[in-house]
């Protein structure tokens, strides 16, 4: 039976979604926000969120010790980059960027 190294797992993904999400973010121009409607706000706020939320869920991985809780950590910080992808390039169509 093959052990799985659920820590060297995570840490993998945790290198690639760092590496993406410098990626991205390097990509991201400024824009001031005075001109922006009520709901350009509304989806840039979401995209900031999104992005702390996938950075919280980085930092409960790294308490995390059991396998089971390891796993949780790991489809959460996946689920996380995929909401922050769409927000990302939902911004991305309508010309929006973050500071």
Do not use: H
């Not at 930092?59 to 489809?75: G, K, R, T």
Request: some cysteine; glycine content about 2%.
């Amino acid at each position: 039976m093959n052990k799985i190294d659920y820590r060297e797992r995570a840490r993998k993904i945790i290198e690639l979604s760092e590496a993406f999400s410098q990626k991205l973010m390097g990509k991201v121009k400024v824009q001031k926000s005075s001109n922006l409607s009520c709901e350009e706000e509304e989806l840039l706020d979401s995209l900031r969120n999104a992005f702390n939320e996938w950075k919280s869920k980085e930092i409960y991985f790294q308490f995390v010790s059991e396998p089971d809780l390891v796993d949780l950590a790991i489809y959460e910080i996946e689920a996380s980059k995929i909401k922050y992808t769409y927000f990302l390039k939902k911004a991305r169509e309508k010309g929006l960027s973050l500071k």
